[in-house]
């Protein structure tokens, strides 16, 4: 993340308002979800249409790519694919229907080993006792008392309860019409629904051009590039992602049916094909598609052989394919947080169904993939994605801010793995405290705050002091999407690992006491935070180092300063925004230590301003405008063939870099 050299205020509230949907969006996407639940019975089959065609895309592009014309290339793929679809269906109805005749022949099997679980432990016998008793004092309780009327002195007893006398009612037999109309009335709305489905997926893919580019022309038809390029990637990924789940799914279920069938539970190919139906359910598919043939095995079989070993395929194959096969193949991930996974499940339902609970997982990856495109969208990209809501540098500075150092600490440790200290110093650390400079000007930062913020990172670099500042040389691939994107934005040419590490016999004769580098902060905390850091990494490379406030340099502290042993002092300024303190800095500094190197380090120019006027204005020996330069010009400084302090084109490139 590279921020402006120095915003404006107006920039500054620009840059750091929240970004995110307003009333007006909520309330279309009220209606729109309003829509969808009220037509849910025409939107269900266009949703399936839809993804249908994603997964149907790409084999209709390989019959076109063989010349093929359109419409045969579309009418054959769908003819193929709804017919393995019925196929399967009606191997699954058949398979039922054999399972249930055969049914009564388990419930001997089941009993006995109910009454086995029941007379099973020393407290079996007791336990079944207290449950009779419980039972009958149920049944006492529910049984209504009888309310006993007095009978008055010498008056006549009244005539015995007359009962209604039971009438039955029977319908007549039904006829042929209404047997059949029976039968079909449950079947048409399934019926319907395929044939709808059948008819838009046609459709789909005949006119997929042009619904895309109407598609184009209502989301960003002023950038057709931009527009074209997102939309192809979108339905890439989508057609991508829908094939390998399907196969992967398919896949599991293969295994599972084969290897319930050498197990010997009955209809194994039912099993099968409703494991794989169900594994789209994310979470709770795997332990639905178990249940079932655990209740089979554990009817059909007398002992606990099958059982066991249905059990033991199910919780060998759901790991192998959840744990290994499923990141190999997916990648990293859909895309989705996994607390989106379980939102978008419990909302699908809620809203369509049971088909919903299938279609959840498919239909939020096309929400975030449109939230990643579509401008106007992004916030279902940050409430849906697996993609950190803030970065790096945003991070690092609302763990300081929050006065919790030791997340900030552990989430620096797992870069490291990858990145060197230096650069995850100079790439998040120093961006984050940008951020926190931005909030200082626009006044939103106490004293209290500025202090808390110095003594966090402090704890910060005093917990990674323990690593040196080189770049790992077997890293561990990060396991989390936040640790791997700030691994990605840390820039580790911008680090200093590279740099030579500095012996003692190296070091010039100056630089032979015991601390011979001095890093000063200009104006405030956030000054001193970037000497914490730069001191660190100093230290890294072999010389010793010194770190002192802001309020050193004060009329009053300038005379108590200690100077003995120190032949280079380094003035740290976050924002280089006050030139006047520079130049009497450096007087000062001047009057006490006359034969010391003076550098100035400015992560921050002024806008129009560079390294060279700081030099004019300030009058130092050096300045610096990275975190890389200025550990550099103390390595150099150090050693007994230092180089002049000259300029050098690479500061001004690294200054608009900034």
């Not at 610096?624 to 001004?652: G, I, K």
Request: glycine share 6%; net charge negative.
């Amino acid at each position: 993340m590279t921020l402006p050299a120095k915003l404006g205020p107006t920039q500054e509230i620009k840059a750091l308002a929240p970004h995110g949907p307003g009333l007006g969006t909520f309330g279309v996407i009220a209606l729109i979800v309003t829509a969808l639940y009220v037509g849910r019975d025409v939107f269900v089959p266009v949703a399936l249409a839809i993804l249908f065609s994603f997964v149907l895309a790409p084999l209709v592009k390989v019959l076109r790519r063989l010349k093929i014309p359109r419409s045969l290339a579309v009418i054959t793929i769908v003819v193929v694919a709804f017919a393995g679809v019925s196929a399967l269906a009606m191997m699954m109805a058949t398979q039922a229907t054999q399972l249930a005749s055969d049914l009564p022949r388990y419930q001997n099997t089941i009993r006995e080993k109910i009454s086995s679980l029941r007379g099973s432990g020393s407290g079996g016998g007791v336990l079944s006792r207290a449950a009779d008793v419980l039972q009958e004092l149920g049944k006492e309780l529910d049984r209504a008392p009888e309310q006993p009327v007095p009978e008055a002195f010498g008056a006549p007893k009244a005539p015995p309860e007359q009962r209604p006398i039971p009438v039955e009612v029977h319908q007549p037999n039904p006829g042929a019409l209404q047997t059949l109309r029976a039968f079909l009335v449950p079947l048409i709305h399934p019926l319907a629904t395929t044939g709808i489905v059948v008819i838009f997926v046609i459709f789909i893919l005949l006119q997929r051009e042009d619904l895309r580019n109407r598609f184009i022309r209502l989301t960003g038809a002023y950038d057709l590039q931009k527009t074209t390029a997102a939309f192809d990637d979108a339905a890439s990924r989508l057609s991508r992602l829908f094939l390998t789940q399907l196969a992967v799914n398919a896949g599991f279920g293969l295994v599972i049916g084969l290897g319930l069938w050498a197990i010997g539970v009955p209809s194994p190919a039912l099993w099968g094909i409703l494991t794989a139906v169900l594994r789209f359910i994310p979470y709770i598919g795997a332990i639905f598609s178990a249940a079932f043939p655990l209740t089979i095995a554990a009817a059909v079989d007398p002992g606990w052989t099958m059982l066991l070993w249905t059990a033991a395929l199910f919780l060998i194959a759901e790991p192998v394919a959840g744990h290994v096969i499923e990141p190999l193949v997916y990648g990293q991930s859909t895309g989705m947080s996994p607390v989106a996974i379980v939102v978008a499940a419990t909302f699908w339902t809620w809203l369509w169904g049971p088909i919903g609970l299938v279609l959840a997982t498919p239909l939020t990856v096309c929400l975030v993939v449109l939230g990643r495109h579509v401008e106007r969208l992004e916030f279902l990209d940050v409430l849906l994605g697996d993609r950190p809501a803030l970065s790096a540098p945003e991070i690092f500075y609302q763990r300081i801010l929050a006065g919790d150092p030791a997340e900030a600490a552990d989430k620096a440790e797992q870069v490291l793995k990858e990145r060197s200290l230096s650069a995850y110093y100079e790439t998040v650390a120093v961006e984050g405290l940008r951020l926190a400079s931005a909030d200082a000007l626009r006044g939103v930062l106490d004293d209290a705050r500025m202090v808390g913020l110095l003594e966090a990172v402090r704890e910060v670099v005093d917990d990674l002091a323990d690593h040196d500042d080189m770049k790992p040389q077997n890293g561990k691939t990060p396991t989390d999407a936040e640790t791997e994107a700030t691994v990605i934005e840390t820039n580790e040419m911008q680090g200093t690992a590279d740099l030579q590490v500095l012996a003692p016999e190296d070091l010039a004769e100056t630089y032979r006491t015991p601390q011979p580098v001095l890093f000063i902060a200009g104006q405030n905390q956030l000054d001193e935070a970037i000497a914490v850091m730069l001191a660190q990494v100093v230290e890294k490379h072999g010389v010793s180092t010194r770190i002192e406030p802001s309020n050193s340099l004060s009329t009053r502290n300038i005379f108590t300063l200690s100077t003995d042993g120190v032949a280079l002092v380094c003035l740290c300024y976050l924002n280089g925004n006050s030139i006047a303190n520079m130049r009497y800095a450096v007087k000062r500094l001047r009057r006490k230590m006359p034969a010391a190197t003076i550098v100035i380090v400015v992560l921050t120019l002024a806008p129009n301003e560079t390294g060279d006027q700081l030099m004019d204005a300030a009058k130092p020996d050096r300045v610096a405008v990275t975190f890389r330069e200025a550990v550099r010009f103390c390595l150099e400084d150090a050693t007994a063939c230092s180089a002049p302090p000259v300029r050098t084109p690479q500061v001004l490139e690294s200054a608009r870099q900034t």
